[in-house]
């Protein structure tokens, strides 16, 4: 059985956040019609989506503009309460759905708050702390799917013939490549500022591991992989892996693409788990340079590259997304804060992109992450045997919601080795939580 959902005007928007509500996330199909007579003799369940009742028998929810227009334009978001949620384009009225629920939706999962003006921080990202969800405290909540859970709620009250989809939890871990290695292969030049930055650091430690590593008698810090493999096995984990490919920078430091170690790394790897790229700092909004990197990636796996994290979480609207498109990327894993865990689009489940800038749904599928442990460490300024009670609760609101926790660590932080000391035992018990 679908459901009938009438509207006066049909609009990409709307269309775009009905197959997201109803086929995405509830499993059930609707027809949209603009017929009121079909919609007043049908007996299909009714959600009327205009400013007044239509049938004695009918789900009313008044619609706010934002759906019925196109482009950027300041919206009156009416922050409200409803039944512990927090809600957007409230009524301010005691209605069954006292807020424009698919305006709401569409505001969070495209991130239209992002388009409009704000300020960035050092690396041109959005801050969490500019965001309705962090001002407003739900953050912390996957809000999206809890207004869905109660539309939800209602349809099987008023309709108990119609048959939902059970929410399947999922757990994806994955794993950052930004610096392959911390003293392996690095070549004269780098090695020997390294030696200079201990040097004038007085940074014996590092002095002493460089030379050990680069003498074949001690593991290089950062090669971890061996353990990561151990886990993927011991759990039976679905891990993917991302590679920083980009031209060197300051915010780009991996070893170069050519590197037959680097290159022997990839494909050990990909012969266990998928690979990813992982676009780098100076790659953001460039189109051509992401080509370029996800061509190289490929060259080295021989396969297709269909996934993608922008490294330090650089993500523009709707420029990055455009860019990956272009490039044949299919499912992007960037969407999380650089400095905050929470609901970046206040979802748990992977959705799919709408470009406003086109005003059309995307084939690009977004897997929201809720933290990575650089977050936690570094903006949080948590330790290792703190942080996985800072993350529990995150985690049981994705298992609630039936949604994909998906883990987000670096080979560095697992090497369990200088300022990461400690931290190789927080990636087993957040899996150990996840599974």
Partial sequence: MEILIYSARSTFRLKYVLNTVFKDLL???YRLTNDKEEFTNSELPKINYSQGPVTEREI???PSPLLFQTGIKEQNLQIGEWQGLKILFSTHEEEEIPFDIFASVFFMLSRYEEYLPHIRDQYDRFEAESSIAYVHKFLETP???YWVQKIKKILAAKYPGLQFKEPVYRFISTIDIDNAFAFYQKGVMRTIGGYARGIVNLNWT???DRS??????????FDS???QLEMQKKYNLNVIYFFLLGDYGINDKNLPSNNRHLQKLIKHLGDYAKIGIHPSFGSNDETDQVRKEINRLSYITHRNISDSRQHFARLHFPSTYKALIENGIQNDYSMGYHNFSGFRAGISNPY????????SETNLKLFPYIFSESTLKFSLKLQANEALNAVKGLINEIKKTGGTFTSMFHNESLGD??????WRNFYEEVIQEAV
């Fill in 27 to 29: 499993g059930i199909g």
């Fill in 60 to 62: 009313l929810i008044k």
């Fill in 143 to 145: 809000i999206v799917n």
């Fill in 206 to 208: 590092n002095i002493k």
């Fill in 212 to 221: 050990k590593v680069l003498a074949g008698t001690l593991p290089d810090p």
């Fill in 225 to 227: 992989y061996a353990y």
């Fill in 352 to 359: 799919y992109w709408y470009d406003i800038d086109t005003e």
């Fill in 417 to 422: 080795y200088g300022e990461w000391n400690g």
